[in-house]
């Protein structure tokens, strides 16, 4: 069984009524919605799992004007009652304060066999107000903010912002997705840069409290204000050098500039190789040309 609340906004108030959805999760096999229930009087909901599914996980999500908003992801076992959080609604606008870039993270793989460079970010934005950030149309998004002029392959990632939200325009990421306030919500997305660009730019182009880089190419030299190094870093058996720095204003000078020509010393072993084998092949040459010494006769005795 499952259990939990809807509540109303910021204050908290119970959502009598409401319908909570619960669906199954499955990386392989069949997902979708199993069961629902309404609301009662307190906003509280219980649902039963008739066959739970241990291989799956089980998200709730509730309606309220026109945005769907879902739990947190559960693990289902058979006999036991999940508790989950409160699920918070909220009614919506597209006016209001500015939607915040809290944080920017940039993660610069090493260069492929084709000298290019494959970027992924992960942006956590922060509605501020009282009420669902929606579009109002197809021109003017939730939140908007730029990518290197260079990036060429956009594609959106999944996060708390869905994928068919978030498009390209020019060098500048439009989000269409509802922005509910309150708790940090991620967008990700990834871009290739291409094998002539040697020095990158990174566009600030609004108030952000943290930007975080992580270089593949440990060589890489960053100038930002207030950098600080903070160590090479393991992750999936890869190593990156990290950089941190504080909050920058809309114009802040942040680059990356990669090391020329790209020299590894894996790429000198076939020529290492080719000189030895030359040298084994000029020794067996040399070796049967060259005569043993005359040994001096035995004195007699």
Sequence with gaps: ??????????????????????HRVHMRGASGPVDSARTGPQGDYRI??????????????????????????????????????????????????PILLQRRLMTIALPGKDGTRAVLELLALQNTGTATRVAPDTIHPTWAGVVPHEAIQFEAGEGDISAQAVGLRGDTVAVFGPIPPEDLKQLSYSYVLPATVRRLTI?????????????????????????????????????????????LQPGAAVSVTFPAGGFRIQSMLPYVIALVAL??????????RKQPSAQPPAPDT
């Design 1 to 22: 069984m499952i259990s939990g609340r809807v509540l109303l906004g910021l204050s908290r108030n119970p959502l009598p009524g409401a319908w909570a959805v619960l």
């Design 48 to 97: 039963t799992i008739a066959r739970a599914d241990t291989s799956a996980i089980y998200v709730v999500s509730s309606w309220y004007r026109g945005i769907a908003y879902f739990s947190e992801p559960v693990a289902a076992r058979r006999g036991a009652v999940a508790t989950l959080k409160p699920i918070l609604v909220h009614d919506t606008t597209s006016a209001g304060p």
């Design 203 to 247: 566009s600030i182009d609004q108030p952000i409290r943290e930007l975080d880089l992580l270089l593949e190419d440990t060589t890489a030299l960053v100038a930002a204000p207030g950098l600080d190094a903070v160590g090479v870093q393991a992750i999936e058996q890869r190593r990156f050098a990290g950089y941190r720095t504080g909050a």
């Design 279 to 288: 040298a084994l092949g000029v020794g067996l040459v040399i070796a049967p």
